[in-house]
């Protein structure tokens, strides 16, 4: 069961099926299914269920906006389960993987985004005591 706290405007304790209409269900690492906004049919998104532990992490949660990351736009807690709604990619990794081939100077240059991206993380999760390992 997902512990009662107090609602913040990110995670709400309410069912992603108020505002998110389902059409596709997927097997993408997990129960996900594609689902767009019911007074919004353009904005698709990607809704993703996890058990809860019954410990309350949804209280971290915050929205990303990073053109390297597959944003958190939104997420649920609803009973025992928790939902995260993340930004539909337009193609996926497979297939942005198999149609290009990467020169030395794009990996350098995509393992420098990554790098700052993971100093980002780091610095963000110190004021709410993650854990990180190197």
């Known amino acids: 069961m997902c512990p009662k706290k ?18 596709m269900a997927e097997n993408i690492a997990g129960k996900t ?4 906004q019911s007074d919004s049919p353009r904005e698709i998104v990607a809704i993703k269920q996890y058990r809860s532990s019954g410990i309350d992490k949804t209280g971290n949660l915050l ?4 053109p390297n990351l ?3 736009v939104n ?6 389960v928790v939902y995260l709604v993340y930004e539909l990619m337009e193609v996926s990794l497979e297939q ?11 990996i ?18 110190r004021p709410f005591n993650l854990p990180y390992k190197a």
Request: charged share 15%; aromatic share 10%; glycine share 2%.
């Open 96 to 106: 942005l993987h198999s149609g290009m081939t990467l020169k030395e100077a794009d």
């Open 63 to 66: 929205p990303t906006s990073h």
């Open 108 to 125: 350098a240059f995509v393992c420098k985004e990554l790098e700052d991206s993971a100093r980002s993380l780091v610095y963000s999760s």
């Open 70 to 72: 597959v944003n958190l």
């Open 6 to 23: 107090a609602q913040t405007s990110f995670c709400l304790n309410t069912s992603p099926w108020v505002k998110y209409q389902k059409f």
């Open 75 to 80: 997420s649920f807690c609803e009973s025992t």
């Open 33 to 36: 299914c594609i689902a767009h």
